[in-house]
């Protein structure tokens, strides 16, 4: 009984805000000015030649040959470092991640 009286004691003072700067406070009052910005968007045109695309049967060829031991195919996709490194510390996640990388080429999705 005597804890919950405490406890409600504690929970009501720390409800109360009793703090005060120890400083003069001097009040501002905030005026707004709507200013306009004008811009102006070039609209640029797309590139005459597209960017050359990576083969999805040199990718398979790779990830056939070379993709278990040296994620092969996942540098020549331009896939992060980290993640490759990643797939070569762990054997392709145990043959899974390639498994599913394999899909995703032959699917075209990588």
């Known amino acids: 009984m005597k804890s919950k009286l405490l406890f409600s004691l504690l929970v009501t003072l720390l409800m109360y805000s009793a703090s005060y700067a120890s400083f003069p406070v001097k009040r501002t009052i905030s005026t707004s000015t709507n200013t306009e ?7 640029v045109e797309p590139m005459a030649t597209p960017m050359a ?14 993709g278990w031991p040296f994620a092969a195919h996942r540098w020549y996709y331009k896939k992060p ?30």
Do not use: C, H, M, P
């Open 37 to 43: 910005v004008t811009t102006t968007v070039e609209v």
């Open 53 to 66: 695309s990576q083969d999805k049967w040199v990718g398979v060829a790779l990830w056939f040959f070379l």
């Open 81 to 110: 470092v980290g993640w490759n490194i990643l797939f070569i510390l762990t054997i392709g996640g145990l043959g899974i991640w390639a498994i599913v990388d394999l899909i995703n080429i032959l699917t075209d999705n990588f």
